[in-house]
């Protein structure tokens, strides 16, 4: 499992650093959309522990690490702050969040699917959650911000099939008994690699097939 690729103490500053990330992005929305500072903190700490905190409850894993570790729910806080007073030089380095942000992602997917796993969920069960530990965030972010979650938009850059990938890559390592380090690595690299490139060329799932809808595109 993902655990015996780093010890305790660098995996949990690796989740610390996702977390981190994914609270910026919840904050900067926030702002965007013109939050009081109880928003903005509202807004980072869903964004960063969403996913997680869906997965932990689905599994039973209770109460959820985000309770349990302090660490995970000051993170957000933190972020929210730095982004309350400095959000105009946050917003100038978008595209180095977003590096980590992908990273984020590719990381999530991967312990979520070995977490549920080990507690007990089928394949596709345990890659579902994968995916919902990395997206679920964003997706409550969101809808508290009363937007149309950004990965069933179809002009947003590929987000969930990244995690997808990296979810399905662990299960079927499971599934033949090979997931070992290395491939629990590769497995969060070919997420983070995908999500990089979806950026890059700004690669968007397809729509229906011949498509003849009046709804106005936004």
Known sequence: MLQELF????????DLIGIFVF??????LAVRKNFDVFGIAVLAEVTALGGGLFRDLIIGAVPPAAFTDLGYFVTPLL???????L????ERIQTGVNVFDAAGLG???VTG????YAYGLGLPQSAALGLATAVGGGVLRDVLANEVPSLLRWDRDLYAVPAMVGATMVA??????V????ASGFAALTAFVLRLLAMKYHWRAPRAWNRRSTVREE
């Not at 010890?7 to 690796?14: A, D, T």
């Not at 699917?113 to 549920?116: E, P, V």
């Not at 997931?179 to 290395?182: D, G, M």
């Open 7 to 14: 010890s305790p103490s660098v995996q949990h500053r690796l």
């Open 107 to 109: 990381l999530f997917c």
């Open 172 to 177: 079927v390592c499971i599934r033949y008994d």
């Open 79 to 85: 972020a929210a702050l730095l982004v309350v007073f």
């Open 87 to 90: 959000h105009p030089h946050v």
């Open 23 to 28: 609270a910026i992005s919840g904050a900067l």
């Open 113 to 116: 699917t070995t977490k549920a």
């Open 179 to 182: 997931l070992t380090p290395t």
